[in-house]
């Protein structure tokens, strides 16, 4: 798109858009990404526009300092472990909820008692499954009990793990359930927190606006507020969000391709940055056989051409932009337990199709291919797979649409991307698509037990010795097909200022006008 013609663009949506109030002469930051919010709650949704949103209203026990990585006082003030599996906490004393009422140790005991029942629905069980349970020892004391020693619960404690009021989810809906029967759609229920934002509008898969918390306690690691209002938009179409970017509409956007980064950099009013990122992007093949009968994914062969059918090089370079790299391996270097030191399959067309003719697929197959995010990244995909004869007919959907498709055992081949949580732990990558859930298609019983054993070992070169066994079986079986680690081209108001970093998290809590 020409600079001429995305001025154009811009008019028009102005005039189509409903007006919206953004930037800093109404003390009003706008952001916006494609996906469509399915809750709020983090711990109910998975996505990283849930997650950013969670950091800048709700706070957890511990804060992981976004540009240091050090772990601070937030919600606890000390933490120490009376035994291996026993983390007691001190609790900070004159904290308030948004809605007026006092912060103390029954809030953390029902929020993390809550979310670690196995009947929770919680969506990233490795983040609470160490837990067996939580008790109060006073008004701001409480003893976390481990089921065994977990030596990244630090990491789960961070701002994955937000604390609510105690009672919060007693109101929840009954909806009905797959099986006939209902259930307690635990997500509905808005996050009451007591961060440095307040939820004050959620609109369902349109928007959310939070509001500067003037009441927000001293001593907090985040700081205080500055800016008035941070706004959440879904816009789904990427050249609407540049035209709304470069005429006022929105103050920020991501995931801007190179050839657009070089021309709005050009633009005194707009900031083009990159960084690199912990979102992993990847194939999921069922090599399990849940979809059935007649899978091609089964067979080894077939998932060795997919992987070596595909330029990850190419793609991550001209394709992603400044800031990703090829992804080696099924998590993230930053990553603790994370090893790269496994069987890599090189760009070679030809060795896909004989792969594929030694498996019984001379010219190739049809199969469903389902993607969620990034378009562009999905069809260049496609087309490495279709010159080898893999026709993948796109299905193309919303996550909310896909994720039910995925736990129904409905994709037999996926490009799933996945941000960790930003937790720096092969727990929360590895662990959690290889041990046994709904979201793991290989469900190898010995890579499960590794990954089980490494999240209770505390020696550090026993517990990455396991990661790697994993990490290696799992790359000689291309089980998942791994592409690359997202970097990500920001655009954003001049007048704007906040610390970009390498954990995919807008900080937008920290942000501030010129």
């Not at 599996?85 to 140790?105: I, N, P, Q, Y």
């Not at 649409?401 to 990558?429: Q, W, Y």
């Not at 037990?449 to 066994?469: F, G, I, P, Q, V």
């Amino acid at each position: 798109m020409t600079l001429k013609t995305l001025l154009s663009a811009a008019s028009l949506a102005v005039l189509a858009a409903t007006p919206a109030l953004a930037g800093k002469a109404d003390d009003t930051f706008t952001w916006t990404t494609s996906s469509e919010m399915d809750t709020p709650d983090i711990y109910y949704g998975n996505q990283r526009e849930a997650l950013i949103n969670t950091y800048a209203q709700c706070d957890s026990l511990i804060y992981r300092n976004p540009e240091t990585n050090e772990y601070q006082p937030l919600l606890a003030t000390s933490w120490e472990w009376t035994d291996p599996t026993t983390l007691e906490m001190k609790l900070r004393e004159g904290v308030k909820f948004h809605d007026g009422t006092d912060f103390d140790a029954e809030d953390v005991a029902y929020t993390l008692n809550h979310v670690a029942a196995p009947d929770s629905d919680m969506k990233i069980r490795v983040i609470v499954d160490w837990i067996d349970n939580v008790e109060v020892v006073d008004p701001h004391t409480v003893r976390i009990h481990a089921k065994a020693p977990t030596p990244a619960a630090f990491e789960y404690l961070t701002g994955t793990s937000p604390i609510f009021p105690s009672g919060h989810y007693d109101d929840a809906p009954e909806v009905p359930g797959a099986d006939g029967t209902t259930r307690r759609d635990w997500g509905a229920v808005l996050p009451v927190c007591t961060g440095p934002y307040k939820l004050t509008d959620y609109q369902p898969g349109q928007s959310l606006t939070l509001e500067k918390n003037d009441d927000y306690f001293e001593g907090s690691p985040k700081g205080k507020p500055s800016v008035g209002k941070l706004v959440y938009r879904t816009i789904k179409d990427p050249e609407t969000q540049m035209a709304e970017l470069v005429t006022g509409g929105v103050d920020w956007i991501w995931g801007v391709p190179p050839e657009n980064a070089d021309m709005l950099s050009t633009m005194d009013n707009i900031t083009v940055e990159s960084a690199a990122t912990m979102r992993m992007s990847f194939l999921s093949l069922d090599a399990a056989g849940r979809t059935g009968e007649g899978n091609p994914f089964t067979d080894k062969r077939v998932r060795q051409a997919v992987a070596h059918a595909i330029d990850r090089q190419a793609i991550a370079e001209s394709l992603v932009g400044p800031g990703a790299a090829v992804q080696e391996s099924m998590c993230v270097p930053v990553q603790a337990g994370c090893t790269t030191d496994v069987t890599q399959y090189d760009f070679d067309p030809d060795k896909a199709r004989e792969l594929l003719a030694e498996a019984g697929y001379p010219d190739g197959f049809e199969t469903p291919f389902f993607a969620y995010r990034d378009r562009p990244y999905s069809e260049a995909v496609l087309n490495y797979l279709r010159d080898v004869g893999i026709k993948g007919d796109l299905n193309f959907l919303q996550w909310r649409a896909l994720r039910p498709l995925i736990v129904d055992d409905k994709t037999p081949i996926a490009h799933l991307t996945f941000g960790s949580n930003g937790m720096l732990d092969a727990s929360a990558s590895t662990g959690y698509y290889f041990q046994g859930s709904s979201d793991d298609y290989a469900r190898d019983a010995e890579v499960m037990e590794w990954l089980k054993a490494a999240e209770t070992e505390t020696d550090t070169a026993k517990r990455n010795e396991l990661y790697s066994k994993a990490l290696k079986k799992i790359a000689d079986e291309a089980y998942y097909i791994p592409l690359f680690v997202y970097g990500r081209t920001y655009a954003f108001n001049s007048e704007f200022e906040y610390p970009i970093t390498d954990d995919e998290m807008a900080h937008f809590y920290l942000g501030k006008w010129k």
